[in-house]
């Protein structure tokens, strides 16, 4: 498409070329079409009449959805009218760079691209300690950290496109990586929590927070905070006894907030603390809504931070309405951050991302939210890869610029947005844990195609949830999931070739592996030596090659998106499955051949996998790798 531009800018006409390729458009040609472009006050404006078009928008990020807009309905010769009243000031997402996927530049720049498209003004980074402090070579030490200059060129970009890069850390908890050297020792409180009332934490704080202040040219910052349920019992409770920690939270936070007045920062911070600490019930929930949120409370909790409500499990609005108007007694409006689930699995989770996120954002303009955002997580490893997350984000997208969301929506957008027919597979990753035997929408978070993988041939931990008639239907499950996506890979360019690949390598080994550890324990409980001695010389080897070629196929997806550092993790996970399925070879054969009379662990009996209470459906359980390879320890 061939399009002719009056009234933008320089920078706003080189955002454009940096689209065109993802768009199909031509700029400056003699027979384009001609769009008048118009910043004002107001909706967003796009029509077409002819070859003659028009773009009204009143923030930068608008003029970006509004081109995708018309990109998107003028690839016919009808004339539209498009109107749309942005519904939130602020709408994003925070993209997890700590749990050992740190994004490549590139992929951050690509995720920039998608974002402006789908009118997403917001980019958060959450750094624990993954960027670079003067004067701290061991914070981030080979953890992929950033260089100052890699997220300045971030800024840069995302700045173009009227995206704010908002600088994410933490000040308090969740800083274990950061915390595990020596030079941290005087300002540790706990392993992952930082040490209150110690002029070297402040010290500390100060070099993360001065840091963030000179890299980014957003005045706001996230300081994290969150979780730190053990805040005032550790090194504190030695130094000083025991104090309300609901006082050494005020105290801790007050003293950040006049770093970050220092800076000129406006400062947000997680809200579940407060929550947590005010419970009256000593339920230690997150989000306690019998919390004493009384005047005098909150009179106490030091002013000029905005909060930060954390939600991704609920699925009603009410519920959400109630929370956001308890927030409101902290004395400004809070933020909402929902959750694109991929963390903790191998695979994402868009039945429980739908079931949320829907409720939450409808909830969320009800109630008169101006700033939302989507955390996308990678717990446990990040073994799934960030690229899922983008039909979630067009979600997110979509009720910020409109009422009621439905999935032609979507995917109508998704597709415009990225130049690629990407809904449906992404969406339909979640059958790789959603499958027979886990509840519709998964919202218990069953991750099987993980613990399924990691779990040993002959210490199946989760053999028990393989019963009968789900050893004989799962197999031909992935067997058919392992079909679709050579059939979706062939259809993609680079990124998401190498995305569906490794998910048809991903099935390829469990339509194998599935059930063969429950096969196993069977055959040699029933003395069927003869079945036995096939899965040793047969079927171990091809499951082994099957291994190695998903190992490799992940290894290049991890690669085009991420930096090196951390993929070390998921290669001795791999290396881990390997060689323990060459043990388990070892040890038939050893069985077989007279070497040994028993093979202990097979006589061993199984148990369901009781981490969180006995699942109510064998399938509806979750592991995390450490839990799902043994139940001895890994250290």
Same mark, same amino acid.
């Given at each position: 498409?061939?399009?002719?531009?009056?009234?933008?800018?320089?920078?706003?006409?080189?955002?454009?070329?940096?689209?065109?390729?993802?768009?199909g458009? !031509?700029?400056? =040609? #003699?027979? =384009?079409?001609?769009?008048e472009?118009v910043?004002?006050?107001?909706? /967003?404006?796009?029509?077409?009449?002819g070859?003659?078009?028009?773009?009204?928008? #009143?923030?930068?990020?608008h003029?970006?959805?509004g081109l995708?807009?018309?990109v998107?309905?003028?690839?016919?010769?009808?004339?539209?009218?498009?109107?749309?009243?942005?519904?939130?000031?602020?709408?994003?997402?925070?993209?997890?760079?700590?749990?050992?996927?740190?994004?490549?530049?590139?992929?951050i720049?690509?995720?920039?691209?998608?974002?402006?498209?789908?009118g997403?003004?917001?980019?958060?980074?959450?750094t624990?300690d993954?960027?670079?402090i003067?004067? /701290?070579?061991?914070?981030?030490y080979?953890?992929?950290?950033?260089?100052?200059?890699?997220l300045?060129? @971030?800024?840069?970009?995302?700045?173009?496109?009227?995206? !704010?890069?908002?600088?994410c850390?933490?000040?308090?908890?969740?800083?274990?990586?950061?915390?595990?050297?020596?030079?941290?020792e005087?300002?540790?409180?706990?392993?992952?929590?930082? +040490?209150?009332? &110690?002029?070297?934490?402040?010290?500390?704080i100060?070099?993360?927070?001065?840091?963030?202040a000179?890299?980014?040219?957003?005045k706001?910052i996230?300081?994290?905070?969150d !979780?730190?349920?053990?805040?005032?019992?550790?090194?504190?409770?030695?130094?000083?006894?025991?104090?309300?920690?609901?006082?050494?939270?005020?105290e801790?936070?007050?003293?950040v907030?006049?770093?970050?007045?220092k800076?000129?920062?406006?400062p *947000?911070i997680?809200?579940?603390?407060?929550?947590?600490?005010?419970?009256?019930?000593?339920?230690?929930?997150?989000?306690n809504?019998?919390?004493?949120?009384?005047?005098?409370?909150?009179?106490?909790?030091p002013?000029?931070?905005?909060?930060?409500?954390?939600?991704?499990?609920?699925?009603?609005?009410?519920?959400?309405?109630?929370?956001?108007?308890?927030?409101?007694?902290?004395g400004?409006?809070?933020?909402?951050?929902?959750?694109?689930?991929?963390?903790?699995?191998?695979?994402?989770?868009?039945?429980?991302?739908?079931?949320?996120?829907?409720?939450?954002?409808? =909830?969320?303009?009800k109630?008169?939210?101006?700033?939302v955002?989507?955390?996308?997580?990678?717990?446990?490893?990040?073994?799934?890869?960030?690229?899922?997350?983008?039909?979630?984000?067009q979600?997110?997208?979509?009720?910020?610029?409109? $009422?009621?969301?439905?999935? &032609?929506?979507?995917?109508?957008?998704?597709?415009? %947005?990225?130049?690629?027919?990407?809904? #449906?597979?992404?969406?339909?990753?979640?059958?790789?844990?959603?499958?027979?035997?886990?509840?519709?929408?998964?919202?218990?978070?069953?991750n099987?195609?993980?613990?399924?993988?990691?779990? $040993?041939?002959?210490?199946g931990?989760?053999?028990?949830?393989?019963?009968?008639?789900?050893?004989?239907? /799962?197999p031909?499950?992935?067997?058919? *999931?392992?079909?679709?996506?050579?059939?979706?890979?062939? %259809?993609?360019?680079?990124?998401?070739?190498?995305l569906?690949?490794?998910? #048809?390598?991903l099935?390829?080994?469990?339509?194998?592996?599935?059930?063969l550890?429950?096969?196993?324990t069977?055959?040699?409980?029933?003395?069927?030596?003869e079945?036995?001695?096939?899965?040793?010389?047969?079927?171990?080897? &091809?499951?082994?090659?099957?291994?190695?070629?998903?190992? +490799?196929?992940?290894?290049?997806?991890?690669?085009?998106?991420?930096?090196?550092f951390?993929?070390e993790?998921?290669?001795?996970?791999?290396?881990?499955l390997?060689?323990?399925?060459?043990?388990?070879?070892d040890?038939? @054969?050893?069985?077989?051949?007279?070497?040994?009379?028993? +093979?202990?662990?097979?006589?061993? !009996?199984?148990?369901?996998?009781?981490?969180?209470?006995?699942?109510?459906?064998?399938m509806?359980?979750?592991?995390?790798y450490?839990?799902?390879?043994? =139940?001895?320890?890994?250290?």
């Amino acid at each position: 498409m061939k399009l002719l531009f009056s009234g933008l800018s320089k920078d706003t006409l080189r955002g454009v070329a940096e689209l065109g390729g993802m768009l199909g458009i !031509e700029t400056q =040609a #003699e027979d =384009a079409i001609s769009v008048e472009v118009v910043q004002a006050n107001g909706p /967003l404006k796009v029509t077409r009449n002819g070859n003659r078009g028009f773009i009204q928008y #009143e923030k930068k990020i608008h003029f970006y959805r509004g081109l995708g807009l018309f990109v998107e309905h003028a690839r016919t010769m009808e004339a539209f009218t498009i109107n749309e009243q942005p519904r939130f000031d602020y709408n994003g997402t925070m993209l997890d760079v700590s749990r050992n996927g740190v994004l490549r530049v590139d992929t951050i720049k690509q995720f920039i691209r998608y974002m402006a498209l789908m009118g997403l003004n917001g980019l958060m980074l959450y750094t624990e300690d993954t960027y670079e402090i003067e004067g /701290l070579p061991y914070f981030g030490y080979m953890r992929g950290r950033y260089s100052k200059e890699e997220l300045r060129a @971030c800024d840069d970009y995302a700045d173009m496109f009227g995206i !704010e890069m908002i600088p994410c850390i933490q000040t308090l908890g969740h800083l274990h990586h950061a915390l595990k050297w020596n030079y941290a020792e005087p300002i540790r409180d706990h392993h992952d929590i930082l +040490l209150p009332d &110690e002029p070297k934490t402040y010290e500390f704080i100060e070099q993360m927070i001065s840091t963030a202040a000179s890299t980014f040219r957003s005045k706001r910052i996230h300081i994290g905070m969150d !979780e730190a349920f053990q805040v005032g019992l550790g090194r504190y409770l030695r130094e000083h006894g025991y104090r309300n920690r609901f006082d050494i939270m005020n105290e801790h936070v007050g003293k950040v907030l006049e770093i970050t007045s220092k800076y000129g920062l406006r400062p *947000m911070i997680w809200s579940d603390m407060y929550f947590n600490l005010l419970a009256n019930d000593n339920q230690g929930q997150l989000y306690n809504m019998n919390a004493d949120f009384s005047a005098e409370n909150m009179s106490k909790i030091p002013e000029g931070v905005q909060f930060v409500f954390w939600d991704y499990g609920r699925g009603e609005e009410e519920g959400y309405e109630l929370v956001f108007d308890m927030h409101k007694k902290f004395g400004s409006m809070p933020i909402f951050a929902g959750g694109i689930h991929m963390w903790n699995s191998i695979a994402p989770n868009y039945g429980k991302t739908w079931k949320t996120s829907h409720p939450a954002l409808r =909830a969320a303009k009800k109630k008169g939210l101006r700033e939302v955002f989507a955390t996308a997580w990678g717990d446990n490893g990040t073994e799934t890869n960030h690229y899922v997350i983008l039909a979630g984000l067009q979600l997110f997208a979509e009720h910020g610029y409109g $009422d009621e969301v439905d999935d &032609e929506t979507l995917a109508k957008r998704l597709k415009a %947005c990225t130049g690629i027919d990407l809904f #449906e597979p992404l969406v339909s990753l979640k059958y790789m844990d959603e499958v027979p035997g886990v509840d519709e929408g998964n919202h218990w978070m069953a991750n099987p195609s993980k613990f399924l993988l990691w779990q $040993d041939l002959m210490v199946g931990i989760f053999d028990k949830h393989i019963e009968a008639d789900t050893e004989e239907v /799962l197999p031909g499950y992935y067997r058919d *999931m392992e079909v679709k996506w050579r059939n979706v890979k062939e %259809c993609m360019p680079a990124p998401f070739h190498a995305l569906f690949e490794t998910y #048809e390598k991903l099935a390829a080994v469990l339509s194998m592996k599935t059930a063969l550890g429950v096969r196993i324990t069977r055959y040699y409980k029933e003395q069927r030596k003869e079945e036995l001695a096939k899965i040793a010389s047969s079927e171990l080897p &091809e499951l082994y090659s099957r291994v190695e070629s998903l190992r +490799l196929a992940h290894r290049r997806m991890w690669m085009l998106t991420y930096k090196p550092f951390g993929w070390e993790t998921l290669d001795i996970r791999y290396g881990g499955l390997k060689s323990r399925i060459q043990s388990a070879g070892d040890r038939l @054969c050893d069985y077989l051949d007279g070497r040994v009379d028993v +093979l202990e662990e097979l006589e061993a !009996e199984r148990l369901v996998f009781d981490q969180n209470g006995t699942p109510t459906a064998p399938m509806n359980v979750t592991g995390l790798y450490q839990l799902i390879v043994t =139940a001895t320890s890994l250290t």
